[in-house]
């Protein structure tokens, strides 16, 4: 009797335990979904930081490619912007990036020049907490007249819930190695509601070291900066958003204005 007695006692035991886990998620499940930014779209293999205008991603996608397209007026320096750019994944935390752009600095005249460079995802927020890339690209749409621009960045982002944060430090110089620049560039977005994405984007650069003889008559600026709203829509694969703010523009004077930005992104 005492057998059967404690032979029911232990089944008893292993239901309850066998309810218990089911019906309340372990510490590691409980990480993993704390992991999963929801400012990503499930539908879709990349999320909203990675099709910004200005501040650099700290992931690359999971898809094997990633375009966005970018145009505007800029009201600092008076002029149209627009840049067209393509990601393509190599292996899992390595990506190509090719495209072309237009920015007044350095040119008179309008024209698209090309932009090459790589990216790496050197941490991911699943395992270390934040995700961290670095990418170096070669800009021929600065300094057009001096060699181009190469430019290094390092990126860092972190989501908590619907909310992502993202923060880049750069720095860059002309192909003459007499001009340089560092640059800060942040973003937060969160998630409203579906594909609605709402958030605020900035940056700020200045030029930390000039031998350049010719600038003022390259009209090459010291001081960059633009902030102000945007909002963006994710659909599947698909992306448009719109970013609208104020400019400034530091050359032999300072020159500012509003600025306005459409774009589209998609993944394949």
Do not use: C
Not at 132 to 140: D, G, M, T
């Amino acid at each position: 009797m005492t057998r059967a007695f404690v032979l029911r006692l232990t089944m008893g035991i292993a239901a309850a335990g066998t309810s218990v886990v089911g019906g309340v998620p372990t510490a590691a499940a409980q990480s993993s979904a704390a992991d999963v930014p929801t400012a990503v779209s499930t539908s879709s293999p990349a999320d909203v930081t990675q099709f910004l205008p200005g501040a650099s991603p700290a992931v690359v996608a999971r898809a094997a490619s990633l375009t966005t397209a970018w145009g505007g007026y800029d009201g600092g320096s008076g002029a149209a912007v627009f840049s067209l750019a393509t990601e393509l994944r190599v292996v899992r935390r390595l990506a190509l990036i090719v495209g072309a752009a237009y920015d007044k600095s350095g040119s008179t005249t309008f024209a698209l020049r090309p932009r090459v460079g790589a990216r790496v995802q050197i941490f991911a927020q699943g395992a270390s907490g934040v995700d961290l890339a670095a990418s170096v690209i070669f800009r021929q749409d600065r300094f057009t007249s001096e060699d181009g621009m190469i430019q290094g960045t390092v990126a860092v982002a972190r989501s908590f819930g619907a909310t992502s944060l993202v923060g880049n430090v750069i720095y860059a110089q002309d192909g003459e190695g007499d001009d340089h620049e560092g640059e800060l560039r942040m973003a937060a977005l969160r998630r409203v509601r579906g594909g609605l994405h709402v958030g605020v984007e900035g940056r700020y650069m200045r030029s930390i070291g000039s031998t350049d003889p010719f600038r003022r008559e390259r009209d090459t600026p010291s001081l960059e900066t633009a902030a102000g709203p945007l909002v963006a829509y994710m659909a599947g694969n698909w992306l448009v958003a719109l970013e609208a703010g104020y400019t400034a523009r530091r050359t032999d004077r300072l020159t500012a204005g509003p600025g306005v930005l459409g774009g589209f992104g998609a993944v394949f």
